[in-house]
């Protein structure tokens, strides 16, 4: 699937989006990521840019002063922020702010559920990653802030999209339900977004995949550190409640379906599993959080 997408022509994907507009870069992002691009990156200049704007200083602030990170002080600059975050994951949380501002609707309840959580399943992904000695927690972060970024976009575009997402989550096939609806699906829109917004190529091949699970679980074993990065995020998506949030259902029947798959790449039991759940939940991270 991820192969194909890359030679697709411009009426290919006009066709596959269904005429779902994908909105542009924010400026500040734009500058950040040409910045991000240079040789040497000025980590001052970033924080500059980062200053410069009201909403996204709060949003870095607000993150690095969540019980995450458990600071005895609290964070006041942009600059400590930075720091204490790390230059990409304040990238992240700049990108996630940007995206959330763009596709805000105030009369559409359902957005503002989905980007609280968004930011719970990154945590969730971080703390796992980390307790897993996984060699880059930063992109597990990535993954579960925008795994599911076109999620907004389908929302605006199709009035029934949470009904065909109760019914893709009650079967434990939501993009193929979703096609089957729609002719699109979230997880392809997500992947042109995050083309569109300058995202990393590999988490934009991630966001098309993830929820391909029977080729990513059951097929040849050739993108390790995807599949580990994938596991990690449905172990997230589990904990965090996500079959409840996006697919109104009580049980997580994709989990049910690829569970032992998820638990033997990620090289732990039951038991393991169990402990790394009371981590998140001591957190805050559960599935009682949020309901439609």
Known sequence: MSDASNALS????????????????????VD?????????PRVGEIIDIISTDVGLSAAVLKTVNSPFFGLRRKVSTVQHAVAMLGL???????????????????????LQ?????????????????RELNFSTPEEAYTLG?????????????????????????????????????????????????????????????????HHDLAEIFE???????????????????????LYRILGNQPVDNEWLQYRDAILE????????LANLTERLNDMGLRSDNYQW
Not at 10 to 17: C, G, H, N, V
Not at 220 to 229: D, G, V, Y
Not at 265 to 272: C, F, K
Request: glycine share 4%.
């Open 10 to 29: 411009e009426s290919d994907i006009a066709k596959t989006l269904q005429g779902i507009s994908i909105p542009p870069q924010p400026q500040v992002l």
């Open 32 to 40: 950040l990521h040409l910045e991000c691009a240079q040789p040497e």
């Open 88 to 110: 990409q994951n304040a990238i992240n949380v700049a990108n996630a702010l940007a995206l959330r501002e763009t596709m805000r609707s105030d009369d559409n309840p359902a």
């Open 113 to 129: 559920r989905f980007w609280d959580t968004a930011q719970d399943i990154a945590l969730a992904c971080i703390t796992l990653a």
């Open 145 to 209: 802030l925008f795994h599911n970024v076109g999620v907004p976009l389908m929302l605006m575009r199709f009035k029934d999209y949470r009904a065909v997402m109760s019914v893709g989550y009650k079967k434990g096939a939501v993009t193929r339900v979703e096609d089957q609806f729609l002719k699109t699906n979230h997880a392809t829109v997500g992947y042109y977004m995050a083309r569109v917004w300058h995202l990393p190529d590999d988490l934009a091949e991630t966001i098309l995949q």
């Open 219 to 241: 097929g040849p074993a050739n993108n390790s550190k995807r599949r580990t990065l994938i596991a990690i995020l449905k172990v997230a998506e589990h904990v965090c409640g």
């Open 265 to 272: 790449q990620l090289h732990i039991d039951e038991d393991e």
